[in-house]
């Protein structure tokens, strides 16, 4: 009966065997009564004491034993459980070794799904860049933390309507022939996914390598900043040959 609590099968054995019979027993009845071999008898009852499983007295020279009531081995055993689960808790906010190796992966539908597992682990932030129809694919995931508090950042080439506010929407110029299709992800600033198209397939790279996220960190917030400037003051810049020349060179 304890064994699925940790205890091994002789404690469970003779906590059984003294939970169903209503008076103490010493270490020659619980033997008779438990299957517990004589030989280990003792050592199995002081470990049940020591555990607080068991009660004991001496009467008259001899030691006899009973069990922990059910109810209070109920309770005994949740109050471990949550001591045990604080304890787990306490070991999981450990900082673990950073893995700055670079994966490389390819096909869009397993890019996707590591796109939507690495959004679904974030706990701070996320930062996101892609075009409008494969960002419909995450947007309701996206929302979500949101609404329980990340900082979510999308930028967007196409329009998108969303309840995140953070969203910066680039629509491409028809001569914007340089724009190409990609997808960045940033996650908590501390791992991010990088997909782009090589022979009209895709293939990423995904890593927690501090450089490499700090770069595609800085190339996310540049995408943003341009974003920004050429909304605001498109007209100007484009009757700049100069400028609206540059601009359409532009990757995003």
């Not at 070991?91 to 939507?116: A, C, F, G, Y």
Request: hydrophobic content about 40%; overall charge negative; charged content about 30%.
């Amino acid at each position: 009966m304890l064994q699925k609590f940790g205890f091994t099968q002789y404690e469970s054995q003779v906590y059984t065997s003294l939970i169903s019979v209503n008076q103490a027993l010493d270490a020659t009845a619980i033997v008779k009564r438990s299957g517990v071999p004589r030989t280990k008898i003792y050592e199995v009852l002081n470990r049940l004491v020591v555990k607080g499983i068991l009660l004991e007295t001496t009467v008259e020279k001899k030691r006899l034993y009973t069990a922990l009531p059910m109810d209070a081995l109920i309770e005994k055993l949740k109050v471990d459980f949550d001591s045990d689960i604080e304890e787990l808790k306490k070991i999981e906010v450990v900082e673990m070794e950073v893995d700055d190796r670079v994966w490389t992966l390819k096909e869009n539908q397993s890019i996707t799904s590591v796109i939507k597992e690495l959004s679904q682990k974030a706990t701070k932030s996320i930062f996101i860049s892609m075009w409008e129809d494969d960002l419909q694919n995450h947007l309701p995931l996206l929302e979500k933390k949101y609404q329980d508090g990340l900082e979510v950042v999308i930028h967007v080439i196409g329009k998108v309507n969303t309840i995140i506010p953070t969203v910066y929407t680039l629509i491409p110029n028809q001569n914007h022939d340089m724009l190409e299709r990609g997808r960045i992800l940033i996650v908590d600033e501390i791992e991010m996914l990088f997909a782009g198209m090589e022979e009209d397939s895709w293939q990423a790279i995904r890593t927690q390598s501090p450089p490499l996220v700090k770069f595609f960190t800085d190339c996310f917030h540049h995408d943003v900043a341009l974003t920004k400037i050429t909304q605001r003051y498109h007209d100007i810049l484009i009757e700049d040959e100069d400028i609206k020349e540059a601009l359409l060179k532009l990757r995003y």
